[in-house]
C-alpha cells in the first residue's frame, strides 16, 4: 500500500517538476560533496573573522576577497558532480555571504553580487560541460555493452544445436551483470513439444516461475507479435517482452524485468535483436536436418559479425576523431600558451642560469608540441575531412619520407574524383598500414605509391624494394601476429573490395587495393 501510494503521489507531479528532480540530484549521500560545502563554510568564516580586523576592514579589496577564493570549491564540485554539485554549492556559498554583503555600501554590494554572477556561470559551464563528459562516456559505454552482448547472444545461438544449451547461454549473454534484473524465455508448446520456460537473473536469486505481470506480459507479445511493455500512468516500464518468430510463426517470447529502475531506451533494440537471433537459432534447432536452413543460419551469423565489425570500425575512428579534436583544443592550446609565457619572460631581464633554464624548457615544450601534433595527425588527419583521399595520401607520402629518408614517390592516374567520407577513410587507413609495414619491415630505399581512377574502380598500390617476406600474404593462427594485415583485409571486405598482396623475399612488398567506387 505504502509503494502504491508513493507511485500515485509520483503520477500527480506535473512534468516539469518531475524532470527538474530527475536533472538537479543534490548527491547529499556523497561525503565529498559535505567536504566541499564546509570548506565553503570555512572560506566565508574566515572572510568575516578577518573584516572585524580595523585594518582590514578599510581595505575595499578584501570584500572580493572571499568570493574569488570560493571559486576554487564550485569549480571543484562541478568537476566532482556535474551541475548538480555546482550550483548548490554556490547557493550555499551566496546564502552565507548573504549578511556580510548586506552590510556593505551599495556600490560595493554590486560588485559582489557582480562577482557571484561570474563564479555563477563559470559553476554553471563547468557542470555542464563535466555532465556533457559523463554522458557521451556513459553513452559510449552503453554502446559497447549493447554491441557486446550482441555479439555474445551471436555465438551462443550459432554454435549449438541443442534447445537447453542455447536457451541457457542466450540468456546469460543477454543478462547485465551491473543492475539487478531477471530475464526469459518462454517457448509455447508445439505439435510434439511442451511449453518451455528459463529463468535467469543477476544479482538476485533465480526465480521458480514468472510472476503474473511476466506471465501475461509474455502472452501479449506472442499474441500481438511485437514488443510488449507494462505500461502504468506517469512511470516509465520496467518489464518487456518481445517475440520469438520462427519461419513466421511467433514460438514464443523473449522477456526482461528490471527491478531497481526503469528499462534504458537502448534495451528495446537490444530486446529485438536478441529475439531475432534467438528465432533464427530455433529455426535451425528445429530444422537442423535441412542443409539449406544451417547455410542460412550462418549466412545470418556472417552478417551479424560484419555489421559488428563494422560498427566497431566505426566506433574506432570516432573515438580517434574525438582524442585528435581534444589533444588539439585541449592540450596543444595549453602548450601553445606555455611556450609564448616563456618567451615574454625570456624577454626580461634574467640570470643567465635561469635563462638557460629557460631555454631547455622552451626546446622540450616545442618538442613535445610537434610530437602531438604529429599524433593528432595520425589520429585523425583534418585533410581526410577537408580536402579528401588524394591530398592525405600526399601528406602521408611527404610525411612518412621526412622522417625515415626513403624514396617515395606518388602516382596519381587523372581524373582523380572524390569517393563518399566512409569510403575514403577506409582506402587511407588501408595505405597507412602499407606504409607503416614498409617502415617497420620492409628495409627499403625506394617506394612506390600509385592511385588509379579507373571510373567504377578505384586502385590503390603501394610497392618498395625491401627484403620482402614469404609469410606476408599467408594466414598466421597467433593471436597476437599480423593485427595490421587483419585490420586490413576487414576494411577491404567493408569496402567491398579486394587486397591483393605479393612479396618475395629479396624482391620487395606489392600490396594492391581495389574497390568499387561510390561517390559522394
Known amino acids: 500500500m505504502a509503494r502504491s501510494a508513493r507511485a500515485e503521489l509520483r503520477s500527480r507531479r506535473p512534468p516539469a517538476v518531475v524532470g527538474l528532480l530527475g536533472r538537479v540530484r543534490i548527491p547529499v549521500r556523497d561525503r565529498r560533496f559535505w567536504l566541499i560545502q564546509v570548506l565553503v563554510l570555512s572560506i566565508v568564516a574566515t572572510h568575516l573573522l578577518l573584516e572585524r580586523e580595523p585594518h582590514l576592514a578599510a581595505e575595499s579589496q578584501f570584500y572580493l576577497l572571499s568570493v574569488s577564493i570560493l571559486l576554487a570549491p564550485v569549480v571543484y564540485a562541478g568537476m566532482r558532480f556535474g551541475v548538480r554539485g555546482a550550483l548548490p554549492t554556490t547557493i550555499w556559498a551566496l546564502m552565507l555571504s548573504a549578511p556580510e554583503i548586506y552590510g556593505h555600501r551599495t556600490e560595493t554590494r554590486v560588485g559582489i553580487l557582480v562577482q557571484f554572477a561570474i563564479v555563477f556561470?563559470?559553476?554553471?559551464?563547468?557542470?555542464?560541460?563535466?555532465?556533457?563528459?559523463?554522458?557521451a562516456a556513459g553513452a559510449t559505454e552503453r554502446a559497447n555493452a549493447r554491441l557486446s552482448r550482441i555479439n555474445a547472444t551471436a555465438s551462443a545461438v550459432t554454435h549449438s544445436l541443442d534447445l537447453d544449451r542455447v536457451l541457457n547461454?542466450?540468456?546469460?549473454?543477454?543478462?547485465?551483470?551491473?543492475?539487478?534484473?531477471?530475464?526469459?524465455?518462454?517457448?509455447?508448446?508445439?505439435?510434439?513439444?511442451?511449453?518451455?520456460?528459463?529463468?535467469a537473473a543477476s544479482q538476485v536469486a533465480v526465480p521458480s516461475e514468472l510472476e503474473p505481470v511476466q506471465?501475461?506480459?509474455?502472452?501479449?507479445a506472442c499474441v500481438s507479435g511485437q514488443v510488449e511493455r507494462v505500461s502504468v500512468p506517469g512511470l516509465a516500464a520496467r518489464s518487456a517482452a518481445?517475440?520469438?518468430?520462427?519461419?513466421?510463426?511467433?514460438?514464443g517470447a523473449l522477456g526482461v524485468t528490471y527491478l531497481n529502475e526503469p528499462i534504458p531506451p537502448d534495451e528495446y533494440r537490444v530486446l529485438e535483436a536478441v529475439a531475432t537471433q534467438l528465432g533464427t537459432a530455433l529455426s535451425n534447432?528445429?530444422?537442423?536436418?535441412s542443409t539449406r536452413e544451417a547455410l542460412v543460419a550462418l549466412s545470418i551469423a556472417n552478417e551479424d559479425l560484419e555489421t559488428y565489425i563494422e560498427l566497431a570500425t566505426e566506433a574506432q575512428e570516432e573515438e580517434r576523431k574525438r582524442l585528435s579534436r581534444e589533444l588539439h583544443d585541449d592540450t596543444m592550446q595549453s602548450l601553445v600558451l606555455t611556450l609564448a609565457q616563456i618567451d615574454t619572460a625570456m624577454t626580461s631581464d634574467l640570470p643567465d642560469e635561469a635563462r638557460a633554464g629557460l631555454a631547455s624548457a622552451q626546446g622540450i615544450l616545442?618538442?613535445?608540441?610537434?610530437?602531438?601534433?604529429?599524433?593528432?595527425?595520425?589520429?585523425?588527419?583534418?585533410?581526410?575531412?577537408d580536402l579528401g583521399l588524394v591530398d592525405a595520401v600526399d601528406w602521408l607520402?611527404?610525411?612518412?619520407?621526412?622522417?625515415?629518408?626513403?624514396?617515395?614517390?606518388?602516382?596519381?592516374h587523372e581524373p582523380r574524383s572524390r569517393l563518399s567520407s566512409r569510403d575514403e577513410l577506409l582506402v587511407f587507413r588501408i595505405v597507412q598500414e602499407a606504409l607503416h609495414n614498409v617502415e617497420r619491415h620492409a628495409r627499403a630505399t625506394r617506394v612506390q605509391v600509385a592511385l588509379h581512377f579507373l571510373g567504377d574502380r578505384l586502385v590503390a598500390e603501394v610497392a618498395d624494394n625491401g627484403r620482402g617476406s614469404i609469410s606476408i600474404g599467408q594466414p598466421d593462427t597467433r593471436p597476437d601476429h599480423g593485427l595490421g594485415l587483419r585490420g586490413m583485409y576487414e576494411r577491404t571486405k567493408l569496402l567491398r573490395g579486394a587486397l591483393l598482396i605479393e612479396s618475395r623475399p629479396g624482391e620487395g612488398t606489392t600490396v594492391r587495393l581495389s574497390v568499387p567506387v561510390a561517390r559522394q
Open 215 to 220: 506471465s501475461a506480459l509474455t502472452s501479449a
Open 169 to 199: 547461454e542466450t540468456l546469460r549473454a543477454k543478462l547485465d551483470r551491473s543492475t539487478r534484473q531477471v530475464t526469459w524465455i518462454r517457448l509455447l508448446p508445439g505439435r510434439d513439444s511442451p511449453e518451455v520456460t528459463v529463468i
Open 242 to 251: 518481445a517475440p520469438l518468430i520462427s519461419d513466421g510463426t511467433v514460438v
Open 366 to 385: 616545442a618538442e613535445t608540441l610537434d610530437n602531438v601534433r604529429r599524433f593528432c595527425r595520425d589520429l585523425r588527419p583534418s585533410l581526410i575531412d
Open 285 to 289: 534447432i528445429r530444422h537442423h536436418a
Open 121 to 135: 556561470m563559470i559553476a554553471f559551464i563547468v557542470g555542464l560541460r563535466t555532465d556533457r563528459e559523463r554522458a
Open 397 to 412: 607520402v611527404s610525411d612518412l619520407q621526412s622522417r625515415v629518408g626513403t624514396t617515395i614517390a606518388l602516382d596519381v
